[in-house]
């Protein structure tokens, strides 16, 4: 029986000849520096899907994970039913406004003609849409755990059922001999080259999609992909990285706007197939019963497959790069408040996971949380989730992490919030048993040019005024800090979105803060901001850039609505050359803002040319209101 069962303690050895994709639209090091060592890769399948993505922050919700690992078998409704009364009453008025089944799905083999099952589990009354209904009854939506590439062996048999769109195709067509998951007599594989293929994958998702359902997480992709398992090995057909990025495409243009969430992917190249068509990526092994040991022990090393990183706070920070307003959501297995030693490790986990804007999925049950709901429940925590926070841990350098843990800093991070305020949140990681010194200097780091309120948001306690913070830390414990400047803010683009070759760096001198972004000069690279105004109009934008390309040089500037990517304002910014790149310089842009929150993004368009390196935006100051 295949299950979402433990296969993540072992160290995993890569398989020679696993392809990595470059996709032309997510290239992660074009311009690297001499010094900084890339992941391998090949050339390989592109394939573009044009949309906007909002990115960001992942959902809260509950999963019904942590009944299925304990007792290894699918949830009966009953117990669903329980949950969801609870998740209602405790969690929702909070936030956590969607619930999902997880796994353990193998035996469900009742199908429609087109070789889509009907429900959760056979011997459920209700099926998905049901599901979907009893939710919305109780206030809640509905994700659905399953992979469209699953063909189950009851519609193999079964002749009169068809591919969606293609009744001359029989749906135990599109499978191959022996193609099932890893030795299971319930599922398969479908075969990506086959004649009907499209049809059938594009079907599944819309079908979900059509039901209710908000959310797909997708699993099992890495075996799918290389036929491989770090610690099992050999699972089956590897299908390869252009059936797999293929079949990837077909899942995204289906999904519309479900959220699509891919769960054990490889990641190759540095998850370029799965930046272009998921919303969210797990980064981390399977969480298996929680404790400290899945949210920070095991392998500290990077491998070049699924799971590259072992656990939460190495994965975030492995990823940080690629995550951010209108990029890819970076999501950690769920999480038991229940399972963990003390407060101290409760507390931390969830401040992770909020700094990195990573999903928050409660594995815990009505019965099983005990005296531990608060923990998921601080609404002031929450309240920096609704404002879009997504951090990023202190960058030392620009190399990659994969090859330079030393290169950012796990146990540090920040983020900045619209307003241009500050969260910070310090960590520490050792076992003991004595208490480590954490610290942050409000200028270096920050680039705040003067003291700033700090408030401690877990204690709900206002700190004083600081330029800098220090606090002896107990094993597994954290802080995390409100730090609000006095004066204007600069937005700093180091803890913003990146995409395509935009990358931190600090090589020059003169820079504000911890670094600057740089590689601003391949298409389709940008920085993307997040940045409140009260009010609508014509802003000047001072930003303090560098260009010693020898030649003028000009990106584009935009501003987006965050939640539908409407097109709020356009203006190019012009950066006269330099002789030096430590020579930074303020140069103005005026751009049209909406009230309350914009995404600006600062990019290599067409009709860019050069190169800039931004250092700062300064606060918005308004022109002419609209």
Not at 590 to 617: E, Q
Request: proline share 5%.
């Amino acid at each position: 029986m295949v299950t979402r069962r433990n296969l993540f303690k072992g160290g995993g050895v890569a398989v020679a000849g696993l392809a990595a994709a470059s996709l032309s639209s997510c290239s992660t090091a074009a311009k690297d520096s001499a010094d900084r060592t890339p992941e391998p890769e090949t050339s390989g399948v592109a394939v573009t899907v044009d949309r906007f993505r909002r990115g960001g922050v992942g959902p809260l919700y509950w999963s019904t994970y942590g009944y299925n690992n304990k007792t290894n078998q699918a949830i009966p409704q009953d117990v669903w039913s329980k949950n969801l009364d609870w998740v209602a009453e405790n969690l929702a008025p909070h936030g956590y406004r969607m619930v999902c089944t997880d796994g353990w799905i193998d035996y469900s083999q009742k199908t429609t003609k087109n070789g889509y099952i009907v429900a959760y589990q056979d011997d459920w009354t209700l099926d998905w849409e049901g599901m979907v209904k009893d939710a919305k009854s109780r206030g809640l939506e509905l994700g659905v755990y399953y992979n469209p590439l699953w063909v189950v062996t009851s519609a193999i048999k079964d002749p009169t059922v068809t591919v969606a769109g293609r009744p001359d195709i029989k749906v135990g067509d599109l499978v191959n001999p022996g193609d099932n998951q890893n030795g299971s007599p319930n599922l398969n594989w479908v075969d990506a080259t086959r004649d009907g293929a499209e049809e059938y994958v594009k079907g599944y998702v819309a079908y979900f999609r059509s039901l209710g359902a908000v959310f797909l997480r997708v699993d099992f992709l890495a075996w799918y992909e290389s036929g491989y398992d770090q610690s099992l090995g050999k699972t089956g057909v590897a299908h390869g990285r252009e059936a797999y990025v293929q079949a990837l495409s077909w899942m995204r243009e289906a999904a519309g706007d479900m959220t699509l969430s891919l769960v054990m992917p490889n990641c190759f190249d540095h998850a370029a197939a799965e930046r272009q068509f998921g919303d969210m990526i797990r980064i981390d092994n399977d969480v298996g019963y929680g404790f400290w040991y899945s949210l920070s022990g095991g392998r500290q090393s990077w491998q070049p497959i699924w799971s590259q990183w072992n656990n939460p706070f190495l994965g975030f920070t492995g990823f940080s790069d690629v995550s951010g307003r209108g990029q890819l959501v970076l999501d950690g297995d769920p999480l038991y408040m229940s399972a963990f030693a003390n407060d101290d490790e409760r507390r931390t986990a969830i401040g992770l996971f909020t700094m990195a804007g990573a999903p928050v999925a409660v594995a815990d049950q009505y019965d099983t949380i005990g005296k531990y709901t608060d923990f998921f429940c601080n609404d002031e925590i929450l309240g920096l989730r609704t404002r879009g926070l997504v951090g990023k841990p202190i960058y030392n350098n620009s190399h990659g992490y994969f090859f330079d843990t030393s290169s950012r800093d796990c146990e540090r991070w920040i983020a900045q919030l619209p307003d241009g305020s500050w969260v910070v949140g310090l960590f520490n990681r050792d076992d003991g048993p004595k208490p480590t010194s954490k610290s942050i200097d409000f200028s270096a780091v920050l680039g705040l040019q003067e003291p700033a309120d700090v408030r401690d948001l877990w204690s709900h306690t206002d700190l004083g005024t600081m330029s800098s913070y220090k606090v002896a830390l107990r094993p597994h414990a954290s802080v995390l800090l409100a730090v609000t400047p006095r004066s204007p803010a600069h937005f700093e683009p180091e803890v913003a979105a990146w995409a395509g070759t935009a990358r931190f760096d600090n090589n020059f001198g003169g820079y504000e803060g911890s670094g600057y972004v740089t590689g601003l000069d391949t298409q389709g690279s940008s920085v993307t901001l997040a940045i409140s105004v009260p009010s609508a109009g014509s802003y000047k934008l001072d930003c303090h850039v560098a260009n010693a390309t020898g030649s003028p040089s000009s990106i584009e500037v935009m501003a987006l609505d965050p939640e539908s990517g409407h097109e709020i304002g356009v203006a190019r910014l012009a950066v006269p050359t330099t002789t030096s790149w430590n020579d930074w310089q303020n140069v103005a842009v005026t751009l049209k803002l909406a009230r309350g929150d914009n995404l600006v993004v600062f990019g290599y368009g067409p009709r860019s040319v050069g190169s800039v390196n931004i250092d700062y935006i300064a606060a918005p100051v308004m022109v002419t209101r609209n």
